[in-house]
């Protein structure tokens, strides 16, 4: 079942601007990951956090996560028409050898 | 970066036939290796996990019978689509890890399926 719920479904935001997507999970994890999707294509890894760290950084992305409301945030600052894709959170949850990803958030940069 | 491949990048066939889709990584060994579906505008599920040498581990409500997952070496495993039909037409994505399933996970580009 999925556990990752991420809100908003669907963004879309002038180019220029910040983008802010948020995830929600269930049972206590090892990490979480975030990757970016583009039409039709395979899933590109954008940053791993893992359940000691509250807040990690690479390039225009920020990534935080809260293990005490099972909650992380991804922010693309400067946001540019290539950064256009679906974004998804993955957890490995403790003892599931598995990732498990959330519903996604489509993100439209307008030029 | 790890690189994985799938091939083919798409494949149309007609009901009742069996189809095979390829899952390599380029330049790691590959201990595990994940087979996801993925519908129009939804998220990935996550079909099975392959591991070298060992039988696939499915999730609950895949047939293991339909889809056949073999994993004969580090760097390749296959998922065989067997007896397909309309309802199996979707976007069928692998990745693989080079350390445990805690480590990142690098995907392949994904096979799109059409079930005619």
């Known amino acids: 079942s999925q556990q990752g719920e991420e809100d908003p479904q669907a963004l879309s935001i002038q180019e220029g601007e910040n983008a802010t997507m948020n995830c929600s999970y269930k049972t206590s994890i090892n990490n979480l990951q975030w990757y970016r999707q583009n039409s039709g294509r395979g899933l590109v890894h954008l940053i791993l956090i893992r359940s000691n760290e509250r807040e990690k950084h690479s390039g225009r992305l920020r990534v935080t996560l809260d293990t005490s409301k099972k909650s992380s945030s991804l922010l693309i600052t400067a946001s540019r028409a290539a950064d256009t894709a679906s974004y998804f959170c993955?957890?490995?949850?403790?003892?599931?050898?598995?990732?498990?990803f959330g519903q996604g958030t489509r993100l439209t940069i307008n030029p | 970066g790890a690189v994985v491949s799938q091939h083919p990048s798409r494949v149309i066939c007609k009901s009742g036939t069996s189809v095979k889709i390829e899952c390599r990584s380029l330049?790691?060994?590959?201990?595990?290796m994940f087979w996801y579906r993925q519908f129009p505008k939804q998220s990935l599920m996550l079909m099975a996990t392959s591991n070298e040498g060992s039988k696939a581990t499915y999730e609950q409500g895949v047939e293991k019978d339909k889809f056949l997952i073999n994993h004969a070496s580090l760097t390749l495993s296959t998922l065989t689509v067997t007896s397909a039909h309309p309802e199996d037409s979707s976007f069928y994505i692998c990745s693989a890890t080079h350390g445990g399933p805690q480590e990142t996970q690098y995907f392949g580009p994904g096979t799109r399926l059409l079930v005619l």
């Open positions: 993955a957890t490995d949850a403790l003892g599931a050898q598995k990732l498990v």
């Open positions: 330049d790691f060994q590959a201990t595990t």
